[in-house]
T-cell receptor, first 113, second 113 residues
Framework: DAEITQSPRHKITETGRQVTLACHQT?????MFWYRQDLGHGLRLIHY???????NKGEVSDGYSVSRSNTEDLPLTLESAASSQTSVYFC????????????FGPGTRLLVL | DQQVKQNSPSLSVQEGRISILNCDYT??????FLWYKKYPAEGPTFLIS?????DKNEDGRFTVFLNKSAKHLSLHIVPSQPGDSAVYFC????????????FGKGTLLTVNP
């Protein structure tokens, strides 16, 4: 069955380190998204991509970057981890332009000490 | 400025009764609305959606109502079951949003046996 996976599921890192969170989908979806979930804020969009080589900033993109070299993967990089980036991160994908329904991965819980 | 608002952080309901979760939006460009359900330690899962050309959409025990003039939508769950206990997120997208979703902060539903 097609799915979307995230790794690692849990990560502890130190302030200032570079961290990369992986997202892999086998739906062959063009659109991929990264969100963070924090108490009191719901889901907030970090970055998104509509296809290979395409990346766009979301509402909370500072300190994060993404790259899209193939259809299946959209890794999220924290350039220099900060305690404010302690959060749960979700990757999502959607099938095609005009298809707003997004399908989410299981999440990565990141703790920055 | 929060464009999608879920003003009730939590709701408690008896098993078998109706659960009503509410969502308000401020952006008149939104024309597609979705509800997601999230269990702890899992990613959000798509539940039901509605287009602005409709005022009601039903799927089994779940019905979403849309009142465009009031910029209000609600999710009805009848009858409620203990397995429905989860966080429910309202989301919206529309013209000019390029398929991005804007999420509310979520409502924690607890269904008591």
């Amino acid at each position: 069955d097609a799915e979307i996976t995230q790794s690692p599921r849990h990560k502890i890192t130190e302030t200032g380190r570079q961290v990369t969170l992986a997202c892999h989908q086998t739906w062959n979806h063009n659109n991929m998204f990264w969100y963070r979930q924090d108490l009191g804020h719901g889901l907030r969009l970090i970055h998104y991509s509509y296809g290979v080589q395409d990346t766009n900033k979301g509402e909370v993109s500072d300190g994060y970057s993404v790259s899209r070299s193939n259809t299946e993967d959209l890794p999220l990089t924290l350039e220099s981890a900060a305690s404010s980036q302690t959060s749960v991160y979700f990757c999502a994908s959607s099938e095609r332009p005009g298809q707003e329904t997004q399908y989410f991965g299981p999440g990565t819980r990141l703790l920055v000490l | 400025d929060q464009q999608v608002k879920q003003n009730s952080p939590s709701l408690s309901v008896q098993e078998g009764r109706i659960s009503i979760l509410n969502c308000d939006y401020t952006n008149s460009m939104f024309d597609y609305f979705l509800w997601y359900k999230k269990y702890p330690a899992e990613g959000p899962t798509f539940l039901i959606s509605i287009s602005s050309i409709k005022d009601k959409n039903e799927d089994g025990r779940f019905t979403v109502f849309l009142n465009k003039s009031a910029k209000h939508l609600s999710l009805h769950i009848v009858p409620s079951q203990p397995g429905d206990s989860a966080v429910y997120f309202c989301a919206a997208s529309g013209r000019g949003s390029n398929y991005k979703l804007t999420f509310g902060k979520g409502t924690l539903l607890t269904v008591n046996p």
